[in-house]
């Protein structure tokens, strides 16, 4: 029996039978909550490959524009594209993932690219510097 057992596993090597390439794990991604109009606002992603092959980051913005696609780095690199947002609202980033055998992740969950767009920019005060009245 285990003669033909290991006869089994040697033909079937010798056939050149190999795994089929899994696709990247889901990004996890990291964008601000807030932005403003017209000003270059950056997010990261992180994500890993479960056979250790190279991986690419596309960014889809959310509003309408051209994804955004980084060059291949090693799986477990962080990813990182900036935007501009031409109009205020509120928009979901995602993040899809490719490794360099082509297999390609789902696109990230919505809820954590999620990024509010105004017109007025923020700014914050330290209350040191808030005369007393």
Not at 94 to 113: E, F, H, I, N
Request: glycine residues 10%.
């Amino acid at each position: 029996m285990l003669a033909v057992l290991l006869f089994m596993l040697g033909a079937s090597l010798a056939m050149g039978d190999t795994a089929p390439n899994k696709p990247p794990y889901p990004a996890w991604v990291a964008c601000p909550s807030f932005g403003v109009r017209g000003v270059l606002c950056g997010v990261d992603a992180l994500a890993s490959d479960p056979e250790g092959n190279r991986i690419q980051y596309t960014f889809d913005w959310g509003d309408g524009s051209a994804t955004t696609t980084t060059a291949f780095v090693a799986s477990g690199m962080r990813g990182f594209a900036s935007h501009v947002w031409a109009q205020p609202g509120t928009y979901f980033v995602r993040v899809k993932v490719t490794d360099s055998l082509g297999a390609q992740s789902v696109w990230s969950d919505p809820y954590w690219g999620k990024i509010t767009i105004s017109d007025t920019r923020l700014f914050f005060l330290d209350p040191r510097d808030v005369e007393p009245a």
